[in-house]
Each structure stands twice: as structure tokens, then as C-alpha cells.
């Protein structure tokens, strides 16, 4: 579907392009096969439309008269990468391809960058940006949520709540901040490339809407170094709690061997068969060894308690 922005917004085919006519496109891998020629675009970008690319890197390149990037989405929602779509950026043509969508995010994206742009003061420059602008809608509410899940679960550290899975919640999270680190880092990348306007697609007056998308999007990924910074913190602290946790068992184990290793002295003790031990044959012996312990024992609690060892 192609839409032109005239007097009004027009939908128009493929066929009844007007190169002088600012226009909208979006459309499938198979559609852009059929019509690529029409439009003056390298084969080897439509190959590249094809191949699977990793989510930490973008692709952008610059031809005389039109620019192709292709870029992989990351939902900041729930850090995944699941759509991934092309561009193709010439004069008063701006092209969409969807690459991959399961989450139909990317026709999401362009039918909401449509239902907001009006025809007056449109340029080439603001409807591209108005499309990169869409990747990174909510982004800052998502990272707040994020920030209060942190949050959340350094209270469960700090109250002693911690389950044995705490470890791979840190773990996971850590590697989300990362991929979606490597998703701003593209945006990045994509944006300052543009902005260079090497093959002087763009008005060189308007090329201050992409430095403003360039700082909206290092802010986010300045952020999300900050929550990776707040998690190493929380991995750090968690390490404490269960160092603290071990010496504490360690501690009462040493108390309960020290209090009874004096009973293991008498055991020992009375346990040589000597002849003459007054206590094996007097009538009481049992009882007075039986006592002993029990006294021995509790004036080495009494005295660690004392000493406040627990």
C-alpha cells in the first residue's frame, strides 16, 4: 500500500507513483521482488531484505540516489526482538518493508506514523524520523517499569526473600538491558548516517530532526546503562546476602560444636578402662556424669549469650 501526501492523503498502486509527490509505502518482501526495478533499487539490497541478521547490528547503505537500511525491533515491553523491516529512502519516497513481523508491530508502527502525519509543512525528513520516533514510543515508560522491578527486588534482598532462583531473574535481566542496549545502539548508528546525508536526499535545513531523535535515543540507552549498572549493584548485594547467610550457618555449627565438645572431654574421659575410677562403681555415678554435662552445657550457653556470639 502506497500513500501520497498532496492536498489530502491519497492511496494510490504502485503503478500510479508520482516521483514529485512526497509518498508513504509499505510493503511485503515478495511485493518489493516485483517493483524494485520500477523504483530504481539494487537486487543486492532486496537479497539483504531476505538474509537474518543479528539484533546487535544494522544495516545501512548509501547509493546515489537512495539510502536502504534495515533495522530488527526490539519491544522494550517485554525485551524482544521479534519483527524486523527494511527502508528505502529517496527523494519524496519513503518505503517500509516488512522483513518479519509476528507481532504485527511494524504495521502497527506505519499505520500509527500515518494516522498522525497531516499534509501541511510534511516533509521527507520529518516522515522518517516520524517512523524511527515510532520504534521507540513507550520506551521510557517500559524502562521505568523495569527500574521498579529493580527496585522491588532489592527490597526482596534487603528483607531476606530471596529464592534460589534469584540468581537467573538477575541473570535474565541482564541480558534484556543488553539486547535492548544493542537495539538503541542501531537507531543510533541508522540516525547519524542519515543525518550525513552523503548522497544529499535530505534538505540540509531539515537535518536537525534526526539530532533530536539521535538524543532522544542515546537518553534511552543511557538509561538502560543505568538499570545494567543498578543490576550488577543488585547481583553484588545478593553475592552479600549470601556470604552473610553461610557465616551465619557457619557460626551457629561452630557454637553448637564448641558447647559440646566439653561432653565429648567427659565421654573421652570416662570412657578409660582404668580400675580405679571412684565413679564407675559409686551408686550415683550415672546420674553425677548425666548432670555434669548438662551443667557444662548450659554455662557455655549462658556465657555465649552473654557474649552475644548469637
Request: proline letters at 1%.
Amino acid at each position: 500500500m502506497f500513500y501520497q501526501f498532496d492536498d489530502d492523503v491519497v492511496s494510490v498502486s504502485a503503478d500510479d507513483l508520482n516521483s514529485n509527490i512526497l509518498t508513504l509505502g509499505y510493503i511485503s518482501v515478495s511485493e518489493l521482488e516485483n517493483i524494485y526495478r520500477n523504483l530504481d533499487f539494487s537486487m543486492q539490497t532486496v537479497e539483504k531484505c531476505k538474509e537474518k541478521s543479528s539484533f546487535f547490528s544494522s544495516d545501512i547503505e548509501v547509493y546515489d540516489s537512495y539510502c536502504f537500511v534495515k533495522v530488527n525491533v526490539v519491544n522494550a515491553d517485554k525485551i524482544k526482538g521479534d519483527s524486523c523491516f527494511a527502508l528505502y529512502i529517496k527523494k519524496n519516497l519513503l518505503l517500509a518493508v516488512n522483513v518479519s513481523d509476528s507481532s504485527c508491530s511494524n504495521r502497527d508502527i506505519f499505520l500509527k506514523v500515518l494516522s498522525k502525519i497531516s499534509c501541511e509543512n510534511i516533509t521527507l525528513e520529518k516522515l522518517v524520523c516520524s517512523f524511527f520516533e515510532g520504534l521507540i514510543a513507550g520506551d521510557n515508560k517500559a524502562l521505568e517499569n523495569a527500574e521498579l522491578e529493580i527496585n522491588s527486588l532489592e527490597e526482596t534482598v534487603l528483607k531476606n526473600k530471596a529464592d534460589r532462583n534469584f540468581n537467573m531473574k538477575l541473570l535474565n535481566m541482564k541480558k534484556e538491558l543488553l539486547f535492548l542496549r544493542g537495539y538503541y545502539e542501531q537507531l543510533i548508528d541508522v540516525s547519524e548516517a542519515l543525518r550525513e546525508n552523503k548522497n544529499e536526499i535530505f534538505d540540509k535545513d531539515s537535518l536537525k530532526v534526526f539530532q533530536i531523535f539521535t538524543d532522544k535515543t542515546v537518553r534511552l540507552k543511557e538509561n538502560v546503562d543505568l538499570l545494567r549498572d543498578s543490576v550488577v549493584h543488585l547481583w553484588d548485594a545478593y553475592q552479600a546476602y549470601l556470604d552473610m547467610r553461610l557465616n551465619h550457618t557457619m557460626k551457629i555449627f561452630t557454637l553448637v560444636t564448641t558447647i559440646f565438645f566439653p561432653m565429648t572431654v567427659i565421654v573421652g574421659w570416662y570412657g578409660m578402662n582404668f580400675e580405679f575410677m571412684p565413679e564407675l562403681h559409686w551408686r550415683y555415678g550415672y546420674l553425677y556424669v548425666v548432670i555434669l554435662c548438662a551443667v557444662v552445657v548450659l554455662c557455655l550457653y549462658f556465657w555465649f549469650k552473654k557474649k552475644k556470639w548469637f
